[in-house]
């Protein structure tokens, strides 16, 4: 029991005296329960409070800050959406790992220069230069010989979106080039690269050749281009057919994990619609494990697909029609002995043959899988026109569509336009999805 002490009139309670009863009585008389609420919920919604914090910094930890480039900027502006800089390449110098640097519609001109892009990344952040409206904010420059609109020298790096030209008469070697590994180039069109046609090689995407130091650079996609008019004036093939070096894309080195997919690739001359691989992983039997998948490739002056390292490549789900024009080269061309896995493409009409082993005899056969259809029957393309003014997005009951393998070498999860795959049974063939 409780005991008391005088004080004057007064009695003061001893709390220390109270036995396990009285304390009962006493919580529940004082309302100690509630206090003890009232203090759970002020903590957590202070909880509440430092969580959400949390997650806002872990998601800008993630996703980095945004710097913005506008033709009307200036690059002595700090590159914030209200002040923007004026040209890509100087927002993407002050950027950190992770960040995005956005670019507003409009010509940036560099002149006598190549963009550059030299600046690298990190794993899980990706520095990413972006066009804030796809295809319309152009990148282009006046260089002449053996030179770039835009060089890509960091790793860890996504260049989307850009329009990529040159606009000088006499023409160069280069739209985009490539010197690193971990790059992303994606969802561009590049088009009216004149090049010297020379042994040099060049091409609208071109990763650096298996003469230079940087012949084994790895996991580079290029995804979703647009490529075109490479060596091409008026029509026709500026390049003659002894040509074999300059090509739509040109990723020749032995590295391992490349995805060349969903890109369009027309009106090339002096070399392949896509040229993959070197030989250096062929007499070192490396496997590669490179993708080749869902691209449409036609009206080439010399061939369509080329992959000169195979252990490991997969050649799959692709349209290839009416190339090696001028040259007479085959559809799809692979050095001999070595592990290629073809799957579910189209071919038709490829002066060569659609199918070759080095540069051995024609075969217009196609594979068991395959299928080989003529886009002038009109049942293929909403617009068959073959010189690239057509749409070639498949028209409704298209022998293209659920026609392609959706399991061999890992084809894309989306298409030219960003739509997911596959919307049916299986991928479709070509660099689009269907329905559009």
């Not at 890509?152 to 590994?181: K, M, P, R």
């Not at 032995?254 to 007499?283: C, D, P, Q």
């Not at 490991?312 to 080269?329: D, K, M, P, Y």
Request: proline share 4%; with cysteine.
């Amino acid at each position: 029991m409780a005991r008391t002490e005088g004080r004057g009139t007064k009695a003061t309670i001893i709390e220390g005296s109270l036995d396990s009863h009285t304390v009962g009585r006493r919580v529940g008389r004082l309302g100690w329960p509630a206090v003890t609420l009232k203090m759970a919920g002020g903590l957590g919604l202070l909880l509440l409070v430092l969580l959400a914090l949390l997650a806002l910094f872990v998601h800008k930890a993630r996703t980095g800050n945004t710097h913005y480039v506008s033709p009307t900027g200036s690059n002595s502006n700090p590159c914030s959406q209200a002040s923007p800089c004026a040209t890509p390449d100087h927002a993407f110098n002050i950027a950190s790992p992770g960040d995005t640097v956005k670019v507003t519609a409009g010509t940036y001109d560099y002149g006598s220069n190549a963009a550059q892009f030299m600046k690298s990344g990190a794993a899980g952040k990706y520095i990413t230069v972006t066009c804030a409206t796809r295809g319309a904010c152009k990148i282009q420059n006046s260089v002449t010989d053996n030179s770039t609109v835009v060089v890509l020298g960091g790793s860890y790096i996504t260049f989307d979106g850009f329009e990529v030209t040159n606009t000088s008469s006499a023409g160069n070697n280069l739209g985009v080039y490539v010197t690193a590994s971990f790059v992303n180039v994606t969802h561009n069109t590049i088009h009216h690269i004149e090049t010297d046609c020379g042994s040099r090689g060049g091409g609208g995407i071109k990763i650096a050749e298996s003469d230079s130091i940087n012949s084994y650079l790895h996991n580079i996609t290029i995804d979703g281009n647009l490529i075109y008019d490479i060596s091409y004036r008026g029509g026709s093939p500026s390049c003659p057919a002894s040509t074999i070096q300059t090509d739509g894309i040109l990723a020749q080195t032995a590295g391992t994990a490349l995805r060349v997919t969903n890109n369009i690739v027309y009106h090339t001359s002096g070399g392949w619609g896509i040229f993959v691989g070197n030989s250096n992983a062929t007499n070192n039997n490396y496997n590669v494990n490179s993708v080749i998948s869902n691209n449409t490739v036609f009206s080439t002056a010399m061939g369509g697909i080329i992959v000169m390292s195979g252990n490991g490549t997969t050649i799959s789900n692709n349209i290839v029609a009416n190339t090696g024009q001028l040259s007479g080269r085959c559809g799809i061309n692979a050095p001999p002995g070595v592990a290629v896995t073809y799957a579910n493409n189209d071919l038709w009409n490829n002066g060569g043959g659609n199918y070759c082993i080095e540069w051995g005899t024609s075969d217009q056969r196609v594979h068991s899988n395959d299928i080989s259809v003529d886009p002038a029957l009109g049942t293929t393309f909403i617009n068959w026109k073959a010189d690239g003014s057509g749409d070639y997005h498949q028209k409704a009951g298209s022998p293209t569509i659920d026609a392609g393998n959706s399991t061999v070498g890992l084809p894309p999860d989306s298409d030219f336009d960003g739509s997911p795959r596959p919307e049916g049974a299986r991928h479709d063939i070509g660099a689009y999805e269907y329905p559009n």
